[in-house]
Structures are given as structure tokens and as C-alpha cells.
């Protein structure tokens, strides 16, 4: 019977045929697919990160879309600062007619319409949706803010300033 290891040690057995002992190939499997796994994980946490801050509302549309924002952009529509879009995203139409100035906002979310209807109401001339009311009462504007759930329609008629 043959040995097939060396009883010195550092020197090679026989069966190695002359050349030095190194880890078997599971070792260098298991460690560059443990590089690919950790990298891939980091992409996906990576990826997930970008979804998220991409789906989230900015913290200045979310702050600066409140009824005082509305109202304070109405006022200086009014005044003449052009605005395309309202603080909630929608339409804003300023039209002169004679000296009455009129000021449309479409897509006024109607969960506010109503605060905003009581500010504006006593600055000036109010429809919504198409109606004036003749007798403004809350129950009033949340009717005519309700008309249609996703949103609705605010023109504006500022009183003339003295």
C-alpha cells in the first residue's frame, strides 16, 4: 500500500501530484455567488428607494396646496400675477370683462371648495359649478362643491377695490 500524504509537513503528498495544496472549487463558487447575491440585493434595495421617493408627493406641493394658498393665488390672479395652473394642479383661467376681472379654477378638490368658498364669497362673487347662490350658507356650498366628486369648478369675480 502506497501513502497518499507526506508525513513532512509543506510538502506535497502524491496524490497532488507535485503541485500545492488550494481550497477546492465549492469554496470559489460559494464566494462569487455571494458577491452576485449581495450585489443584486443592493440593486433591488436600490431600485425600491427610487419607487418610493418617485411615487411620494413632494413635501412643497403637499405644503403649499392648502385653502390659504388657494385663496391667496385667487387674489393675486386678481391682481395680475399669471398663474397656469392652481395650487392643486388644475386649470386657472383670469379673464377681464369692462373692469370686472374673473378668475375660473377647475379641479379645486371639493373636500376644500367649501373653506374656500366662504373666504372668497365675502371678497367678491362666487359660482361653483356654474351656480351663484343667491343665499351662500354651508350647507349651500357643500351641496354645490359635491356636485361632482372629483372636483370642481370656482369663478371668481373680486369686488372692485375703492
Not at 496524490?15 to 488550494?22: C, L, N, Y
Not at 379645486?108 to 367649501?114: D, N, T, Y
Request: a positive charge; one cysteine or more.
Amino acid at each position: 500500500m502506497m501513502a497518499t500524504h507526506s508525513a513532512a509537513p509543506g510538502k506535497p503528498s502524491p496524490a497532488s501530484h507535485g503541485r500545492p495544496s488550494r481550497p477546492g472549487k465549492h469554496g470559489g463558487i460559494s464566494n462569487r455567488l455571494l458577491v452576485i447575491v449581495l450585489v443584486a440585493a443592493g440593486v433591488v434595495a436600490v431600485a425600491i428607494s427610487v419607487a418610493i421617493m418617485a411615487l411620494r408627493p413632494s413635501p412643497t406641493a403637499e405644503a403649499s396646496a392648502t385653502p390659504e394658498a388657494f385663496v391667496e393665488q385667487m387674489e393675486r390672479a386678481a391682481g395680475g400675477t399669471a398663474f397656469d395652473r392652481t395650487v392643486y394642479g388644475g386649470p386657472m383661467r383670469v379673464e377681464r370683462k369692462g373692469n370686472q376681472i374673473v378668475i375660473t379654477a377647475i379641479g379645486v378638490p371639493p373636500a376644500v371648495c367649501v373653506s374656500v368658498g366662504w373666504k372668497l364669497v365675502r371678497k367678491g362673487l362666487l359660482s361653483i359649478n356654474g351656480v351663484t347662490p343667491v343665499r351662500v350658507s354651508a350647507a349651500k356650498l357643500s351641496e354645490l362643491c359635491n356636485q361632482d366628486t372629483e372636483s370642481a369648478t370656482l369663478t371668481w369675480a373680486p369686488k372692485e377695490m375703492e
